[in-house]
């Protein structure tokens, strides 16, 4: 009887652990689907460096504006955006007859102006000569001495006292100032004192050797004149050269058409008609960065210049000038000078700086580093929990503090020692899941 119960009781217990051993094993299979596969590293000591990165495209250096003299009509033109032309290849042609009708029109131009210039330099003499030589004054009339002498007390002993001739007549008791006029000539008085004007000084006349103020102004004259000559002279020799050349205008150096500006039957005003880069002054990288930013172009920090398409570096590259963006206060635009051949018109240029290089203790991978919508930054560490189930690994979310990064690497404070950290994860983590390290 007692063995039946002991038997029983058995039975019971390896039944209960049976249970027990089955809700584990689907517990443990039911588990195994929530946990994330994730990739662990161990923070470690790095150098970090704070690089600058921008990008522009290659240009010509310089740009040629080629034209001719204004009021020329465009018979035909040779070439179009984009085309390559060598150093005297025809670029376009002007009409001759309209060529030829102008040159005779700045002929007669010119002529008329050397006339003027002819007339104004003979009255420039004239002007010269009789300021040397001035006329001698003519001796006031009714006047018995010189006009530099006067009348002494001696001489006039002996003689009838003049008549008051400033007394009223008996026509009409009015001073007759007719001799008034001539006394007053008779010792050599201006006639506006005699006049009640208020001058009582003559304005000084021109003496000889000094110019009168027509002479001054015919100067003028001619100065303008000969400037206008000088114009039509150069205008000239242009024309001159063009139609020796048959109309024909052609490139002065070698390079790329960057613009055509004018079309068959247009005037060639002010201007040019085509634009051509200048292939043998090389080329030119332009692009902009922050003005923080442009301070260490100026400070001969190295840089390098990369061509996007062959990932090769680009050697003998020279900082050529920094200017302030037109269009923003907050930009600069940085113009580089690059080799003859160094890259192709158009090319895709990737500029590198290195600003400041720094070692830290505690840097991670920047894949594992992760920012929150509060601009906080945060990792993943591996954790251990203890469940009825035994110990397991747990992902746990450590906020972290970035002191620098670059493209690899981000140093950070708030690590714990020995801690990993995961880099890599098979699906989005959350505090707490449970992992399992690959």
Known sequence: MQGAHTKKYLIAVV???????????????????????????????????????????????????????????????????????????????????????????????RHLVQLRIGLLSKQIEEAKAAALNPPSPPNPPNSPNPPDTIPSEDSNRGQDPPPDQSAPTEEGDEPNLQAMQAGAAAVNLPNNAMNGGSNNVQSPQPGPGVPTADTDELGFQLSSATIERNRLDRTLAGLYALREAGGIVRAPASGTISEVLARVGDMTMQGAVVRITDGSAGMKLVFSVSSEAAVHFGSNVAFAVINGATKETIEGVELASIAQNPLSPTLMDITLHLPEKSAALGATLEVSMTISSETYDTCIPLSALH????????????????????????????????????????AVDGLGGGQKVIVESAKMLADTDRVLVN
């Open 15 to 109: 039944g209960f652990f049976a249970v027990i051993l089955m809700l584990t094993v689907l517990s443990r299979s039911l588990a195994s689907f929530a946990v994330v596969e994730v990739k662990t590293a161990t923070p470690s000591r790095q150098t970090i460096s704070e690089r600058l990165h921008a990008t522009g495209t290659a240009q010509q250096r310089q740009e040629i504006a080629i034209g001719t003299e204004s009021e020329q009509i465009i018979e035909s033109i040779y070439v179009d955006t984009g085309d390559y032309v060598a150093a005297q290849e025809p670029l376009f042609k002007v009409r001759l007859d309209e060529l030829a009708q102008k040159i005779t029109q700045l002929e007669e131009d």
């Open 371 to 410: 920012q929150s919508s509060g601009a906080q930054y945060y990792v993943f560490v591996l954790d251990e929990e203890r469940t009825v189930l035994g110990t397991e690994l747990v992902a746990r979310m450590v906020h972290v503090n970035v002191a620098a990064t670059d493209n690899r690497w981000a």
